[in-house]
């Protein structure tokens, strides 16, 4: 039956009009990218490498990293495997590298800004990377949590090459980068946009809290202008533009994305033939129609509505 099509359905993304978008998923650990080995996944677009550090009183060892991401290398067969360094801190707390002393630890030495105080945890996971990459003959994508700006980039992007990696790029989640896109593209290879964390500084409401989910709400007028932002200064650079945020698993959003231009949706491995359809049944000048409909909303659920307008009932 109709389910059952969907998941036989191992065709990469693209749209009706054959306009490709990346259909890619979200990991934790070397388990999950085995379970992808047989996968109907163009890759990893967010491996989540804190798991490796959760639970510990000391950082693992470069040696223990390199098999780590050697073994994630290795079960994607060189499908593209994008590798976040460590992104601790305010929701993703860890023992040995969190500071218990600040007031807003979302706001404080968090993701990439533990360079500042620990920049020994940024060199081994660099260079385990590397030697990852040497073991298996396999170019890893690299890309930092929670960059703010183009210096930011620019250092990051630095440390990423001289330990030996060559496609190098960082996260968009703080609103400044999003904003200012087109220096941020100028330092890397590509970015990927975190649209939890994006809705949550944009809109200055925690997404931890329960009770704000209104206001984290990647629909938010707010928040899609940014998306789009970053989307065209892609567009621009010639350099590619992913979500890796929940929003990318809604095949509603996929195709406002798709629509903005963005070229990669990575997710959790279970709503990938939901994109996929999503995308099947309509053409690229759909998608750019849904999108702009969706940026026309003046609240999250007019946005919506719009976009839903226009989309195949079938979705
Ligand atoms: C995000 O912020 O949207 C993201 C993908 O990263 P995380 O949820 O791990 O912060
Ligand atoms: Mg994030």
Known sequence: DALQRLADDTSDGATADGHPVQLLANIGTAEDAERLTDAAVEGVGLFRTEVLFLGRTTAPTREEQADTYERALRALGGRKVVVRTLDAGADKPLAFVTRSDEENPALGVRGYRLVRTAPELMADQLHALAEASRRTGVEPWVMAPMIADVDEATEFARLAREAGLAKVGVMIEVPAAAL???????????????????????????????????????????????????????????????????????????????????????????????????????????????????????TAAASRAAALELCDPEV
């Not at 929003?247 to 990575?266: E, K, N, Q």
């Open 180 to 298: 200012r896109a087109r220096d941020v593209f100028s330092a890397v290879d590509f970015v990927s946009l975190g649209t939890n964390d994006l809705a949550q500084y944009t809109m200055a409401a925690d997404r931890l809290l329960g009770g704000l989910v209104d206001l984290l709400d990647p629909w938010q007028p707010a928040v899609l202008e940014l998306v789009a932002a970053v989307s065209w200064a892609g567009g621009e650079a010639e350099k590619p533009a992913g979500v890796c945020g929940e929003s990318a698993s809604d095949p509603l959003m996929a195709l406002v994305l798709t629509g903005l231009g963005i070229t990669s949706l990575s997710m959790s491995p279970a709503a990938v033939p939901g994109v996929r359809f999503a995308l099947s049944k309509h053409t690229r000048e759909q998608c750019e129609a849904i999108a702009g409909a969706a940026r026309g909303g003046r």
